[in-house]
Structures are given as C-alpha cells and as structure tokens.
C-alpha cells in the first residue's frame, strides 16, 4: 500500500530552522501536486505549502518568505525548510498528495520553544 510518512520535527528555539520530509512509496511524488498541511491542538487541518508537479509552489501568508517547499522525484520525497521559526509554527505536521486518497501519514511534531 502506498505511504507518506513524514520526518525531520523536533524542538527548536525561536529563529531556529527545520527540514521536514515527507517519503512516500510508489510514484506519488512526482505524478501528484504535493501539499505540507499543519494543524493546531483541537483544530483542523490547515494548508502551509503546496508544489505543482511542474515545480511552481504557492505558501500560505503566515509562512511565506520563511518556509520553502521543494521536491526529489527520484527519491520520492518532498521537503519543507523552516526558517526564522516563530512559537505560533507550534504543530503537527503533514504532507499529502493532492487528488488521491492516500491515507494520512503520522506527521510530525514541531515545536517551536525557548
């Protein structure tokens, strides 16, 4: 069965950096837009990145100029570089794969914390 299984959270200072990725089986990556989502303690999930199969990526405004999505075809993974981290990036973070119904990876925890 086809997976996403994200990688790469932890604890980092305030005005640290993070490099999520996000492995999946099979050819989803570079056959599928692929899209970062986090979600907040008792809310929904919410849209942070998304990269088009031809490259062109879109951010939400809370993040852009901070995080960088980017894709590796050939290793089927995508990535999500965090910089300039602020505490408000506090969440559970997932990737996924616009227009399938893959199952929902773990995702991973980033918190943000002095």
């Known amino acids: 069965q086809v997976r996403l299984v994200e990688s790469g959270g932890g604890l980092v200072q305030p005005g640290g950096s993070l490099r999520l990725s996000c492995a999946a089986s099979?050819?989803?990556?570079?056959?599928?837009?692929m899209v970062w989502y986090r979600q907040f303690p008792g809310k929904q999930r919410d849209l942070v990145a998304h990269?088009?199969?031809?490259?062109?990526?879109d951010y939400a405004d809370s993040v852009k100029d901070r995080f960088t999505i980017s894709r590796d075809n050939a290793r089927n993974t995508v990535f999500l570089q965090m910089n300039s981290l602020k505490p408000e990036d506090t969440a559970v973070y997932y990737c996924?794969?616009?227009?399938?119904?893959?199952?929902w990876g773990q995702g991973t925890q980033v918190t943000v914390s002095s």
């Open positions: 996924a794969a616009l227009g399938t119904s893959l199952p």
């Open positions: 099979g050819s989803i990556v570079k056959n599928y837009d």
């Open positions: 990269i088009t199969t031809g490259g062109s990526t």
